[in-house]
């Protein structure tokens, strides 16, 4: 009975107390939580450079890609130009014959 008797003692000390230790507890629970989050940042930091970098590789091979795709385009239409000046050049001689 001793045992209970001391924890309800130490329980109406704790009771009547000031909050002090209250802000002391949750100070210690804030800065903790603070540093945590802290640590967290800094272990994701290197997942999101090598995702930052894998963007910037498919980024720069897609520029490729349509760099190259804009050149054949314009191949394209630079020998559909000329077949097509060559075909008027023909329908302008023949229509000029009679």
């Given at each position: 009975?001793?045992d ?10 704790a ?16 800065i ?67």
């Amino acid at each position: 009975m001793t045992d209970v008797n001391q924890i309800l003692e130490l329980a109406d000390k704790a009771a009547t107390a000031n909050d002090r230790w209250m802000f002391v507890a949750m100070f210690c629970v804030f800065i903790l939580s603070i540093l945590g989050a802290i640590r967290w940042m800094i272990s994701d930091r290197k997942a999101m450079g090598d995702r930052l970098t894998q963007i910037t590789d498919r980024h720069i091979e897609q520029g490729e890609r349509l760099g190259l795709i804009v050149a054949n385009n314009t191949t394209a239409l630079n020998n559909t130009s000329q077949m097509m000046q060559i075909c008027r050049f023909k329908i302008e001689s023949s229509q000029k014959q009679p």
